[in-house]
């Protein structure tokens, strides 16, 4: 039964998929300006506003629209892994005992509405991520923090221990400039300090964004505007890349392939990169069939049919992986504690044995049709251990999974670390004290002292040893309480129309929309920047 409401859900999506073509053939779309670059999703985002964008598509636009103390430099490989000052004049000075980090601001930075940028714009970020009434994921990037002082141009901030990471947590987007005014609600208009800002918004529409008058930052913005179009099913998006409507969007598996198969492979509009984004079944250790049963979460860690998994995303979609984090992360070492190549299904059952605890599952699943055909993978590799699934994928729920308390024992959970530390990861993913009312990221709701005691311990070591030790941390977990089970490491598809030139994707953001171009004849478009 429930493979069978998983199946109907997914009929129904691609029931709209089909009508989505016929009606986009039926109201063809006006060709893209010559002065800006429009990007097509099917979802709005959840948030304009910097302490509560979450998604990579609303990192993406953040990069465009942010200005913070440190960033990540608009450059492809490794040279846009490398922290370098923004609004500050340079690399914080930290004191001998790593607990106090002093920037000075430079001068004459201003927001898209002509305020200044000053210490005070950051310190309200700060205040903004602990605001009890915003909810801000970026309130756990701040634990160490104990106070701040502002003193002219110069930003002083004190911890109450050292965090090695603390520099790369501040050029998260959560921490970039706002006003402060400020408030502590969610506000998806506030003026930006980054290369472009937001001019009208329509939620559920459009977005439309102009570049900020008053930038004169390092980098250096080629268009007029970028636009951002939403409402259109993933095959309308396919047709409109395809058919020159759209110069940039996220797409399935299938219209990807479809892409690269009109476009014959051309590499210099259809990029694939890799990512350190990991999928996940989040098992809710906090509900009665997972809690205090490790030996049942170990029993679906080797069921699962991973490489099955992974090819649903795709050609050149994703890697089978049972590895907590992913190739490249500092920390990673390649040791597989579960299968990866095909599942053991007697080491499962015998695990499973007695813990089935009536062997009843519901699976919270999102809505599309990517997402029902992984969930009707799970629930059939499960059904053989006698684990009986059922899926939801009404509207809505899955965004519950978030919300302590929401009755579910498993949830497809794709992450990424919000920067690139595995303190970023394991901290969201494993961490006890992350875990709050609403806007979880430890969605198996894991508890354990002696992980979050190691997690510290990791905290006050630094270089190679701090890496090791969070790397051993993840297999260990995985060993001994899984209350994770990792099957993919994705990579990033990208379409790009034939206009677009000026190609930068940077390695921790994405694609660079604010240093894009435009050419009028397709041919004459700029290059691409980008590591292969």
């Known amino acids: 039964m429930a493979i069978e409401a998983g199946a109907v859900a997914v009929l129904a999506v691609v029931v709209l998929a089909f009508l989505g073509v016929v009606l986009y053939k039926g109201g063809r779309r006006a060709d893209p300006p010559d002065d800006a670059l429009v990007v097509t999703q099917t979802q709005d985002f959840a948030s304009l506003d910097p302490a509560l964008a979450q998604t990579a598509e609303a990192w993406e636009l953040e990069y465009a629209t942010c200005a913070k103390l440190l960033n990540y430099p608009a450059v492809d490989g490794y040279r846009g892994t490398r922290l370098v ?34 210490p005070r714009s950051f310190t309200r970020a700060f205040e903004r991520a602990r605001s009890e009434e915003l909810v801000s994921p970026a309130a756990p990037y701040l634990r160490e923090v104990s106070s701040w002082s502002v003193r002219g141009r110069t930003l002083t901030i004190h911890l109450r221990m050292p965090a090695p990471d603390f520099a790369q947590r501040l050029a998260l987007p959560y921490f970039c400039a706002v006003p402060p005014w400020a408030p502590d609600r969610q506000d998806d208009t506030l003026p930006s300090a980054g290369p472009f800002t937001i001019a009208s918004y329509r939620p559920g529409r459009s977005l439309i964004l102009h570049r900020n008058p008053y930038y004169h930052g390092p980098r250096h913005p080629k268009l007029q505007r970028i636009v951002y179009r939403f409402g259109s099913f993933s095959s309308q998006i396919r047709l409109e890349l395809e058919q020159g409507q759209a110069d940039y969007g996220v797409v399935s598996p299938s219209a990807f392939a479809a892409l690269a198969a009109h476009f014959k492979g051309d590499r210099r509009h259809l990029l694939v990169e890799r990512q350190p984004i990991v999928a996940y079944l989040a098992l809710n250790t906090a509900r009665p069939l997972f809690k205090n049963n490790p030996r049942l979460r170990q029993a679906v860690n080797y069921a699962l049919d991973r490489v099955a998994l992974a090819r649903l995303f795709g050609p050149d979609g994703a890697n089978a992986t049972d590895e907590y984090l992913p190739p490249g992360l500092p920390g990673y070492e390649r040791r597989h504690v579960y299968p990866v190549e095909e599942p053991d299904l007697a080491k499962a059952r015998a695990l499973a044995r007695g813990h089935l605890r009536g062997g009843h599952a519901v699976f919270l699943a999102c809505g599309t049709e990517d997402c029902g055909e992984r969930a009707i993978v799970v629930a059939d590799a499960l059904s053989k251990i006698g684990l009986h699934v059922r899926i939801d994928t009404s509207p809505g729920q899955f965004t519950l999974a978030g919300v302590r308390g929401t009755p579910f024992d498993i949830a497809d959970v794709i992450t990424r670390p919000d920067y690139g530390d595995p303190y970023g990861l394991v901290d969201k993913l494993l961490d006890s004290r992350v875990i709050r009312a609403v806007g979880n990221s430890n969605i198996s709701y894991y508890a354990s002292p002696q992980v979050d005691h190691a997690i510290d311990a990791a905290q006050r070591l630094s270089g190679v040893a701090r890496d090791r030790a969070y790397g051993r941390l993840g297999v260990e977990v995985a060993r001994t309480d899984a209350p994770l089970a990792a099957y993919a490491v994705l990579n990033a598809r990208v379409f790009l129309s034939t206009r677009v030139g000026c190609i930068t994707y940077q390695p921790v953001y994405g694609l660079d929309l604010a240093g894009a171009c435009i050419s009028r004849s397709p041919a004459s478009a700029p290059g691409v920047t980008s590591r292969r």
């Open 85 to 118: 000052p923004e609004v500050a004049a340079a690399l914080p000075r930290i004191s001998a005992d790593r607990r106090t980090y002093t920037f000075r601001l430079r001068p004459g930075w201003r927001f898209s509405d002509g305020e200044p940028v000053t």
